[in-house]
């Protein structure tokens, strides 16, 4: 049986059922997973008679008190083993085994003399025993299209879906196919445009997909930090089988902790071999579950509109165990997921509302500007008064185009909109702030980030096992390692873009890139560092952790220039009029903006304007122009420095 078909049976939700599985010790993966008949039994039993359980909990207490006594004598930590059988449990604290069955059976567990119990309830009996333990801690690793189960307060919401997989397996024809058969048509006539995303009906429940597959648009979303899908559905063609851009979209919603359905495709082939597709998934993890796994498959034909309704089934059952919710009467929140420049309405935010109601009329602050809300729009291109949590809306109303990836959020004044939008440029700030080996332990310990993501490429699968050997035996406080895409071959683009979003730093063995990827990186504030010593490699790995690398590069101040003047154009944003203090301004450089001593914003200058003229550097006593892309907020008497390395 499955947790979720148990909790139906039961009348509790899955997630409280979860929760009780957890307190007895049972490990479930997800809500997905299948518990034997016995425990099915046991949690009845317990769920329905909960004064028996009292009772027991009496006799506990005694048992404990009189350990506390035995304690005394001895202080000893006993280690906790990552599983042993009930026998060797009974060994190990020193008890009779009808003591750890009787115990297990109160926690649920029912177990004879050889079953084998897993860490975490051994762990728990030894509380129950009241025994001091030790447990060595266990390496944290992502699990699998691990469920996160969203608790945020609140209404049902409907399920926020991206259809992710490799070129030419389907992507649109799915989208395309949903769009057709569950979209209701407007009375206008039934043309729905293309608005980034839409919502698709299924027995009278929603279901809202992002209508820009493929996982580059997925990561350039979350690299800005939105979090604007619940479910990735990955397409695999069932003629081709797993390719390297499946391999990457698995990556990519692992690092995001999305949870992955399968829909395999073109089953209509001929060549079409489903066995095949679930062997190479389940190699990469991702287990079907009529092979014993928690993976969602669905055999479909998005040209043939075969299973498509099994899929969006599938998707909803999914999404009503993730008990997705958000609050509807507070001031609008949400994700801008593209722009369009209309020639009547002007700029036009398509995004996506994740919490409160947004209406005509609202003030909404995003990317660094406000507007009032003149209009919205469906997805069906109607007018509306009003739009609710997943609700795909084109917003019109902003003075400019706002930047896809960016959260927009409702204000009361003005006021607080202006608030704001200079927190904005901090924020882009922080965010564009290289990560670097360097300075990983410091953003750590600012509370920036909890662990040492690596996306790590070796030139061979036996380096890269070594290295992740070594990598797993690092143990510093505070700090855990996780490696979001272990690989062998060149570092690619996808690499580069697969850091960006889930923060984490390229790390190379024995491996090479292009110039036009270590470009990107270095826009995408990435950092790569490359090793051909496997020990040099782990060396800079401990000691970044312990926040002791230095850094390979001495900075080098050009000059420093004073903001004057600050021009608006309604095309490019804001340009700076400056006068050069000392030393000078280079274009391409790296620059950091400084306010009464605070640095403000770094990143690199764009552009450098003597009059109209652009030039390579003006040097001190002279005025300029200065365009940085990303930064608009400057202020009379901001301090722009120029920077390089040595
Ligand atoms: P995308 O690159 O993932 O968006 O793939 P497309 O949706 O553009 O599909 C690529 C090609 O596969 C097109 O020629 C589609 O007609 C074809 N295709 C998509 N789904 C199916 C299917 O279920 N069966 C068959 N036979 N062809 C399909
Ligand atoms: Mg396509």
Redesign the pocket.
């Known amino acids: 049986m499955r947790v979720y078909e148990l909790a139906k049976k039961l009348g509790v939700s899955t997630h409280e059922l979860l929760e009780v599985l957890k307190d007895l010790g049972v490990e479930t993966k997800s809500h997905f997973s299948k518990i034997d008949e016995e425990t099915a039994d046991t949690i009845e039993s317990i769920l329905s008679s909960s004064t028996k359980t009292e009772e027991k909990e009496d006799v506990m207490e005694r048992k404990v008190m009189e350990q506390q006594k035995e304690e005394e004598i001895k202080p000893v930590k006993t280690q906790i083993p990552l599983s042993a059988t009930v026998r060797e449990i009974s060994e190990l604290f020193g008890l009779p085994v009808s003591q750890i069955i009787m115990t297990l059976m109160d926690m649920g567990i029912l177990a004879n003399i050889n079953k084998e119990i897993d860490q975490g309830t051994i762990s728990k009996l030894a509380e129950k025993f009241n025994i001091p333990v030790e447990t060595s801690q266990p390496q944290k690793t992502r699990l699998a299209g691990k469920l996160r189960i969203q608790t945020t307060e609140g209404d049902p919401r409907s399920p926020i879906v991206t259809v992710l ?1 490799h ?8 989208l395309d196919a949903i769009r057709k058969t569950n979209v209701t048509a407007t009375e206008a006539g039934g043309i729905t445009q293309h608005i980034g995303a839409y919502q698709a009906e299924v027995g009278g429940r929603k279901i809202t997909f992002i209508d820009t ?1 493929g996982h580059e648009a997925f990561t350039a979303l979350r690299a800005r930090g939105a979090k604007v899908t619940d479910i990735a559905i990955l ?1 695999v063609a069932a003629d081709d089988g797993v390719m390297p851009q499946t391999v990457e979209a698995i990556d990519h919603a692992r690092a995001a902790e999305v949870p992955i359905i399968v829909a395999i ?2 089953i ?2 001929p060549e079409a071999n489903i066995d095949r597709v679930k062997t190479q998934l389940s190699e990469l993890g991702l287990i079907p579950e009529d092979w014993g796994g928690d993976t969602i498959m669905v055999p ?5 509109n075969i299973g498509i309704d099994q899929l969006l089934e599938m998707v909803l059952l999914l999404a009503d165990i993730m008990e997705l919710k958000a609050r509807y009467e507070i001031p609008a929140r949400g994700t801008i997921i593209e722009t369009v420049l209309d020639r009547g309405k002007g700029p036009i935010a398509i995004a996506i509302v994740m919490e409160g109601t947004l209406k005509v009329g609202d003030l909404i602050v995003t990317s660094g500007m406000y507007g009032k809300v003149r209009a919205l729009l469906n997805d069906k291109g109607e007018r509306i008064k009003k739009a609710t949590p997943s609700m795909p809306v084109q917003i019109v109303g902003l003075p400019r185009l706002p930047v896809a990836g960016e959260n927009f959020t409702v204000v009361e004044n003005e006021r607080r909109a202006k608030e704001l939008i200079s927190q904005w440029g901090e924020e882009t700030q922080q965010q564009r702030e290289v990560l670097s080996l360097e300075n990983i332990r410091l953003r750590i310990d600012k509370g920036e980030l909890k662990d040492l993501n690596l996306v790590l490429k070796a030139d061979t699968q036996g380096s890269l096992e070594a290295i992740e050997k070594f990598l797993k035996e690092i143990n510093i406080e505070g700090v855990t390692l996780s490696i979001v895409r272990r690989g062998v071959g060149n570092i690619s683009e996808g690499d580069v873009l697969l850091a960006k979003a889930s923060k984490a730093i390229v790390v190379g063995f024995n491996v090479e890139t292009e110039l036009g990827i270590l470009k990107l990186a270095e826009n995408e504030g990435v950092s790569i560092k490359i090793y051909n010593i496997i020990y040099e490699l782990i060396d800079d790995i401990t000691l970044a952790l312990k926040g002791l690398l230095k850094p390979e590069k001495q900075e080098l101040i050009l000059g420093r220039a004073e903001v004057r003047q600050v021009f608006k154009s309604s095309r490019i944003g804001s340009i700076a009029g400056c006068y050069v203090l000392d030393g000078k301004i280079v274009r391409n450089s790296n620059i950091r903006i400084k306010r009464a001593d605070n640095v403000i914003y770094e990143g690199r200058l764009t552009s450098l304007k003597r009059f109209k003229e652009d030039v390579r550097e003006v040097t001190s006593g002279y005025e300029c122009g200065i365009f940085i892309e990303g930064f608009e907020d400057y202020k009379e008497q901001d301090i722009i420095e120029s920077y390089t390395f040595e």
Do not use: F, Q, R
């Not at 070129?167 to 799915?174: A, E, P, R």
């Open positions: 997989g070129v030419d397996h389907g992507k649109t024809t799915l597959p397409v495709n073109k209509d082939k479909i034909s998005a040209k043939k």
